[in-house]
């Protein structure tokens, strides 16, 4: 007699990384999926510009603090923060960087105020994706990085912010140097994804 195996699906939730350049993006996702800040060697490193487009899958199981039940992982979409360029892939590739997305991580920087002007940007480009594809509102978390840095922008701008948009469904503060915050917002992600039912199977 054969015996059937199912293969259980891992799910998977789709999170887009944005922001402008040099806010640290990418050293940020790098600092999720092992769930600690960097080391001095590390983040002494020189500036490495996203070309374009980045993917990373991180196990949600990993987490400290996620639970052993956690379900499937988290794909982190992270996008070249230039939105001028000639190519951009929220522009060129938003079936990949758009579609099926779950949540959106804005990104700025504690030590330029630029940076979280631009959010604006980001925002309304991905609105407008939704719009005319779903006509629903995709929803964002905001996240001062490099908070090891002393902050040029008031705190109650930022809940200004966040007040002003019901998308903005969080606020978190951290830095890839030492770690601050990175715990919250982990344990946050994987809690929120054991009961988003908008998660992927693939």
């Known amino acids: 007699m054969m015996t059937m195996v199912t293969r259980e699906r891992t799910r998977v939730t789709k ?29 002494d490193q020189k500036y490495n510009r996203t070309p374009f487009l980045e993917l990373e899958t991180i196990p949600v199981a990993k987490w400290e603090g996620s639970g052993s039940g956690s379900p499937g992982s988290i794909l982190m979409v992270d996008v070249a923060g230039q939105l001028a360029l000639p190519l ?10 758009l579609d099926h997305l779950s949540l959106v991580l804005l990104v700025f ?32 978390v905001l996240l ?14 930022i809940e200004h912010i966040r007040s002003a948009d019901p998308s903005i469904i969080a606020y978190f503060e951290t830095s890839c140097k030492t770690g601050m915050g990175i715990s919250e917002l982990t ?16």
């Open 15 to 43: 999170v887009l990384v944005a922001g402008s350049g040099a806010v640290g993006k990418t050293t940020l996702v790098k600092v999720l999926k092992f769930g600690q800040g960097m080391d001095e060697s590390q983040t």
């Open 88 to 97: 951009h892939a929220l522009r060129d590739l938003t079936s990949i960087a």
């Open 109 to 140: 920087s504690a030590d330029n105020m630029q940076s979280l002007i631009d959010l604006k940007d980001w925002m309304e480009l991905v609105k407008s994706h939704f719009k005319d594809r779903t006509n629903e509102t995709p929803q964002f």
């Open 144 to 157: 001062m990085n490099k908070c090891d840095l002393p902050p040029v922008m008031d705190r109650a701008l």
């Open 187 to 202: 344990v946050w992600l994987a809690k929120r994804m054991s009961v988003n039912d908008q998660g992927r199977n693939i």
